[in-house]
């Protein structure tokens, strides 16, 4: 019985695709009459001989007054998946009533060809049409409306404006005059050093950079009070100095931080960031303290 069947099944596929090419190739227009330039959207639709084919649309290689914008997919329609549909958009720039030929359409499975036509369609092409043809009466002249007079209001707005830029002028020359001279009294000894020693802050990483601008801060303090070039002297130098003028404590304290920071300098010790908070509060209690006889001197 399978044998039979199977038979059967070869004989039905050979003779529907013969029995299938009278069949018609449906051919739609989106409708049939276009303005020039318009587009004409031209759809084929065959059904299958049976599932499995494809559609080829054979276009020929002109069309008279017709030129091909588009050619789609072909492709099995979403409900009816036996059907095939493909659309191809024309347009024409020639006016007249003219016809898109017969189209041969191949369906193909394998070895298999079906060959079908779509039938001939005519289109018309025309003109915009107007929107009123018949004649209208002449109309009378119509007379121009007189034209603003805006003369007045640039005169009264550039017044406005020469009397705030004059009152703007008047304001600020005034207040030149007015104002006195702001002088600057330059920064004391005691200010200056106070200041750089306010900006400073110990730092871990930057140990060396720390105590070189301490030391730094303490000589030029030193220097603005005497004539002597203590920047240029060494530690001893400046301790030495310090002896016929400040207290063995205030030489004591001063010589700890300054020869701390020669053995960072040249030893590489690197102190705490609590040894270089000390370092610098004693500095700035020096300073302070040599400010305050030397006020008590004057």
């Given at each position: ?25 449906q ?34 290689d ?5 030129e ?36 041969p ?12 036509a ?59 005059r007015?104002a ?19 900006a400073?802050?110990p730092s ?39 002896q ?11 010589a ?43």
């Open positions: 019985m399978n044998v039979y069947r199977y038979i059967l099944t070869g004989l039905m596929y050979c003779i529907l695709p013969l029995m299938s090419t009278g069949q018609e190739v051919v739609t227009l989106n409708r049939h009459t276009f303005l020039i330039g318009e587009h004409i959207e031209y759809t084929i639709r065959t059904q299958m001989p049976y599932p499995g084919f494809t559609m080829d649309v054979l276009l020929p002109s069309i008279p007054h017709m091909v914008v588009s050619v789609g997919f072909a492709a099995p329609v979403k409900d009816f998946p036996e059907v095939i549909t493909q659309t191809i958009t024309f347009t024409s720039f020639d006016s007249g009533r003219w016809q898109i030929p017969v189209i359409v191949q369906l193909k499975k394998g070895n298999t060809v079906v060959e079908r779509a039938a001939p369609v005519q289109v018309s092409i025309g003109y915009a049409p107007e929107e009123d043809e018949q004649l209208k009466d002449i109309k009378p002249p119509i007379e121009a409306a007189p034209s603003s007079n805006y003369l007045p209001y640039y005169i009264a707005a550039a017044v406005l404006l020469a009397t705030l830029i004059a009152y703007m002028l008047y304001r600020y020359f005034r207040n030149r007015a006195p001279p702001t002088l600057v009294e330059p920064l004391s000894a005691y200010q200056q050093a106070m200041g750089s020693l306010d400073l802050n871990a990483a930057e140990v060396k950079l720390f105590y070189s601008a301490l030391t730094d801060i303490f000589k030029r303090y030193l220097q603005q009070l005497s004539v002597q070039p203590v920047l240029s002297c060494t530690t001893d130098e400046i301790l030495s100095h310090m016929d003028t400040y207290s063995r404590d205030m030489i004591s304290t001063t700890d931080v300054l020869r701390r920071g020669d053995v960072v300098k040249f030893a590489k010790s690197q102190p705490g960031v609590h040894i270089q908070q000390e370092s610098l509060e004693s500095i700035r209690r020096i300073i302070h303290e040599i400010h305050q006889q030397t006020t008590r001197e004057l």
